[in-house]
């Protein structure tokens, strides 16, 4: 009797929820007359994501390219309504000249349960506005450039690992090595630690760094769609021991440089500098608007030789560059890797045809009205702006699954219009630290295309296949080359 009472008033609390959610919060594009995709309850227009069925560029590149002529197109993520930005005016709009009514991103942002949530990507309003600027100078050409050293150390070592591998003749996946590559290079500029990460695969810091992006599809789903959820049961997004392994880590390496009074031309210093005067010494006033880590650039680089082992002839006219530029100067420089043209287009069309966040995500901070349209955008509407979608749009760039670094000629890139091409955004919220991204992943390909020539192997998938479970674009088995000695 009690189990039968206990299984009624179940069916009623959901069929209770389930009205709710179809006629109140799931009316919420209808009352306003915009164009939208019908939900499902409870998940609204993410259940792939959820289920982990898609990975989220995808899903949403999927959405722009069949509703694309709304130029806006209501959905639901979960219990939320998200506006999605098909038109690049509109896009424009969002990012730069109503930023002050969409200047914050909407995901989840707790440092009481995450501390590493706590970062200048995901913080709101004015935290992230004063962070901006004090973090800004850090990534100046000059002091950027104040660090080539510690690129040219670990390319050196990730040649000297390649030599191996191309002796034994045995095909290696990239992404790994790469990803090895970059974290040697970030844990030495940023903290000035010497991880080798390039000779102990396993280490201590690659399993951290590899827990950041190990996530289950319904926390992802969470952490850039419905925040809410994480804040109510308060989950973090990283775990525990992985916040309080990095956080160890620094205040060690704060503590040991103060003690003894060690300066270094690395970020620790300039975050010294930051925590002890509040600000940094500035070089020069060019201010950097870009941005970088070791997961974007060792995707790039990923790619990037999946691509050129597959395109033998623009891998050979890269290498021509290459060769050119380091016979006429003797050696690798700042100066000379900033002066490959090619090398820069080969990148930008890696970076275009795989951007490393595929989609852009904005909350709406004040109530606005979108110009050119009949929509007024709420306070509390989430911003999707679907990148992959724009990016691989045939109507923006023809034949867009086709490899071409041409497209980034000057001519062909002053005919697009300026926000069909974002790989670290724009406005104000641009990724701040791309710089030094495109560099690491410059020195890297120009260290191995010196001494090597790439194959595709078998064992990779042609077309390469996403990972569904990963926030940024990562093949999902991998991408194997064979090394050849050139």
Known sequence: MVLAELIGAFIVILSVVYIYYKYVIFSFWHKRGVFYIEPVVPTGNVTPLVTGKAQ?????????????????????TFFKPNLLIADLDLIRTV????FKSFHDRGMFCNEKVDPLSGNLFLMPGKRW????????????????KQMFFILKECSEELIKHLESIAQIKEPIEVKDTFARYTTDIIMSAAFGIKSNCMEEPNNEY?????????????KLACTMFAPQIMDFFSIPYTAPSLAKFYMNMFRETVEYRQAHNIIR???????????????????DDETS??????????????????ELSQHQDIQDKLRKEIDEMLAKHGDLTYEIVNNMTYLHK?????????????????ICTQETDLPTTNIRVSKGTLITIPLLGL??????????????PERFNADKVKERHSYAYMPFGEGPRNCIGARFGYLQTKVGLVSILSKYKFELHSRTSVPLIFNERSVTLAAKSGVYLIIKPR
């Open 265 to 283: 031309h690395d970020f620790v210093n300039l975050l010294i500098q930051l925590m002890e005067r509040g600000y940094v010494d500035s070089e």
């Open 129 to 144: 506005r004063n962070m901006r600027v004090k973090m800004t100078p850090t990534f100046t050409s000059g002091k950027i």
């Open 206 to 218: 690659r399993v951290q760094g590899n827990k950041i992006f190990d996530i289950n599809s319904f």
């Open 289 to 306: 608007n870009e941005s970088a880590g070791f997961e974007t650039s060792a995707t790039t680089m990923t790619f990037a030789m999946y």
């Open 95 to 98: 990012l730069t000249k109503e």
């Open 56 to 76: 989220v560029g995808v899903h949403f590149q999927n959405v722009y390219m069949k509703y694309k002529d709304h130029r806006a197109i209501g959905m639901y």
């Open 346 to 362: 080969v990148i930008s069309e890696t970076l275009r045809k795989y951007p490393p966040l595929p989609v852009l995500n904005r």
């Open 391 to 404: 990016h691989r749009d045939p109507s923006i760039y023809p034949n867009p699954d086709k490899f071409d």
